[in-house]
Structure formats: structure tokens, C-alpha cells
């Protein structure tokens, strides 16, 4: 009888001890682990004679002072400064505008008003002096200006930069406005 019952026993234990044995390699293998990510892709497909803004005219941050001044950015995106204005961070990018035209096509840009307001938090300020990035670059203006699409492909891409006007005790936050560039194909 004794037999018996140590046989019993290990019969169970003998049970669990393979249960364990099966059972351990998954409770203690790593964990795989899988990450995932999503990028995007992008494309334009131009039609002929096409025009379109590629990104905004952001004159970066700034800090007014008792003092008004001005921001230049150029159509290269350097920024200068005038007065009381303090240039703050590498901020600033020029407004960029592409297309499609056809190789030594003649074009015309104007603006539709020599100057616009951006308004905030505080006073509304002055964007005059719109400069396109072309060469040499030239200010635009409501009077048409001629250029020529010199890529042989048609395509052409070109930046405008501008001056803010800031004013004295500019109270601080985001400005905004717009502007209006209007090319006719010739």
C-alpha cells in the first residue's frame, strides 16, 4: 500500500513536471516585438499653363520694443532688421509659388494690391515691398512684370519675400493676412 500511494503522487507530479516542461519555454522565450510606422507620399500632377503656392510667407518670430521697425525677409530667406524689431530664433521662409508653362514662354506677375494687412492680437500691420526671387529679383507690384520660363521642361519655381512693418509696443501673438498673385501666360 505504500507503494501505492508514493505512485500515485508522483504520477500527478509527473504530470505537472511535463505540463511545466511544455509550458515553460513559451512563459520564458522574449517577446517579439513589431512596430509599425505610416509615412506619406505625395505628388502633383501639373496640367499646362499651371500655377499653384507651394508654402505661405512667414516672417518668423519677432520681438517688438517701444520703438517701431521693420522685418525684411528676401526671397532668399535671409531677415534683417530696422528699429525697435529683434529677430528672434532662425526662423522666417519666403513664400514660394510654381508651375507649368511651356520652355521660353512669356508670363506676366502681378500682385493684387502693392500692400496688405495682417492683423492679431494687437494693432494691424503692414506688408509692403514684395520682392520675387527671380534674376536679379525685382519688387512685384499691380503693374505686371514680364519674365520668361526658362527651364527646359516648363517648370518653374520661384520665392517672394517681403517687409513687415512693426509697430511700437506690438502686442504679442500670430498675425496673419493674405495676398494675391495673379500670372498670365502671354
Known amino acids: 500500500m505504500r507503494t501505492s500511494h508514493i ?13 511545466a516542461l511544455l509550458t515553460a519555454p513559451a512563459a520564458v522565450s522574449p517577446a517579439l516585438a513589431q512596430a509599425g510606422a505610416q509615412g506619406e507620399a505625395e505628388a502633383i500632377v501639373l496640367r499646362p499653363l499651371s500655377f499653384f503656392k507651394v508654402n505661405d510667407l512667414d516672417f518668423g518670430s519677432i520681438i ?7 522685418v525684411r525677409l528676401a ?11 529683434t529677430l ?9 509659388f510654381a508651375g507649368l508653362g511651356t520652355p521660353n514662354r512669356q508670363v506676366n506677375i502681378s500682385l493684387g494690391s502693392n ?6 492680437p494687437g494693432n494691424r500691420m503692414r506688408v509692403r515691398d514684395f ?20 527651364s527646359a521642361l516648363g517648370n518653374y519655381n520661384f520665392p517672394v519675400g517681403g517687409t513687415l512693418e512693426v509697430g511700437a509696443n506690438q502686442t504679442p501673438g500670430d498675425y496673419s493676412g493674405t495676398f494675391t498673385i495673379t500670372l498670365n501666360y502671354l
Open 7 to 19: 505512485i500515485c503522487p508522483l504520477r500527478k507530479q509527473r504530470g505537472l513536471a511535463i505540463f
Open 88 to 96: 528672434a530664433g532662425n526662423g522666417g521662409e519666403p513664400a514660394r
Open 75 to 85: 526671397p532668399d530667406g535671409s531677415r534683417t532688421r530696422t528699429g525697435g524689431v
Open 131 to 150: 520682392e520675387i526671387g527671380s534674376t536679379p529679383t525685382a519688387i512685384l507690384s499691380t503693374t505686371p512684370t514680364r519674365f520668361s520660363i526658362a
Open 115 to 120: 500692400s496688405i494687412w495682417i492683423t492679431g
Open 64 to 70: 517688438a520694443s517701444g520703438t517701431s521697425g521693420t
